[in-house]
């Protein structure tokens, strides 16, 4: 929310700026629906390798298209999420109903929590 009360809106990504940010990198944040936080590493091969907050793991393989948007693929078909990004630098991402599912809060350089042994 602004200042006055309104819902400030998230502005979306470019392509090659969101890729960079996180790709070889780890990033900190909340899934919505599950009230869990979580860690992922965006390997430069385009592999990706995620733990939660209740300790389930998952990998699969990550890009970011034309769009914007992150596409990932694990252990269902690819899915497409539009990403914005905050004020606050973080990122929001939506599910198909447009609600945001979760929440990029933090980027830290490589994989310091070795998601990916």
Known sequence: MGPSGLILADKPVEKEAFEAAIKGNTVEGRKINWETTYQMYFDPSGKYFRLDSLNNRENGNWSVDKN???????????????????????????????????????????????LAK
């Open 68 to 114: 914007g948007d992150l596409v990932m693929e694990g252990r269902k078909k690819p899915q497409y999420r539009t990403v914005k990004q905050r004020d606050d630098g973080g990122y929001d991402i939506y599910g198909n109903r447009g609600e945001v599912i979760w929440t990029i809060d933090k980027i830290l350089p490589g994989d310091p929590h070795g």
